[in-house]
């Protein structure tokens, strides 16, 4: 079975400020990586595709990167809504699917 | 834009079963793959199964063999998650979530939250 981690656990930056998430697999995964973000409250969204594309209606701040086992999600400068958990998640055990433990971004 | 439409919530006892909604309304189910992602209280998420399009069957996490089932009524564009045997670790809210771009989970329903308590 291919684990998730994502690190760090909790990233505390301030708004305007460039946030990088890191997720790794246990085994190469190829590009079969997604991101999502999931506020309190609400379901999680789709943001980022096969570990690079953007999701309908995702802005531009938002891009991924990354391909075997680490993946990056960076956001180029924090908007107020983007303080939220946002998780990895693989397909490479199709049609098993994995999603990593989560990345809380919170306000510094 | 399709809208996957969950609402209530559930109490339930030890060794009972619960089964959650997911409606899909304007729209034909049949067109989506549907799966369902639970997550308990301040925990993150876990995907229990759905249709695989490229086998054409149901697939479920090996944790929840025997004990979910997976329904469509297309009568009513109305997906099903039966779980039995509930256990106090099955309190959490259980998503409805549609794949799209070929495995990726959008969109998602707004939950229902199962609380499973004596």
């Known amino acids: 079975e291919i684990v998730l981690t994502q690190s760090p656990a909790t990233l505390s930056l301030s708004p305007g400020e460039r946030a990088t998430l890191s997720c790794r697999a246990s085994?190469?995964?190829?590009?079969?990586v997604a991101w999502y973000q999931q506020k309190p409250g609400q379901p999680p969204r789709l943001l980022i595709y096969?570990?690079?594309n953007r999701a309908t209606g995702i802005p531009a701040r938002f891009s991924g990167s990354g391909s075997g086992t680490d993946f990056t999600l960076t956001i180029s400068s924090l908007e107020p809504e983007d303080f939220a958990v946002y998780y990895c998640?693989?397909?490479?055990?199709?049609?098993?699917?994995?999603f990593g433990p989560g990345t809380k971004v919170d306000i510094k | 834009q399709v809208q996957l439409v969950q609402s209530g919530a559930e109490v339930k006892k030890p060794g009972a079963s619960v089964k959650v909604s997911c409606k899909v309304p304007e729209y034909t189910l049949t067109y989506l793959s549907m799966h369902w992602v639970r997550q308990a209280p301040g925990k993150g998420l876990e995907w229990m199964g759905g249709f695989d399009p490229q086998e054409g069957k149901t697939i479920h996490a090996q944790k929840f063999q025997g004990r979910v089932t997976m329904t469509e009524d297309t009568s009513t564009d109305t997906a099903y998650m039966e779980l039995t045997s509930l256990k106090s670790e099955d309190t959490a809210m259980y998503y409805c979530a549609a794949l799209t771009y070929g495995s990726w989970f959008d969109p998602w329903g707004q939950g229902i939250l199962v609380t499973v308590s004596s």
């Open positions: 096969d570990a690079s």
């Open positions: 998640q693989h397909r490479s055990n199709w049609p098993l699917l994995t």
């Open positions: 085994q190469g995964v190829s590009s079969s």
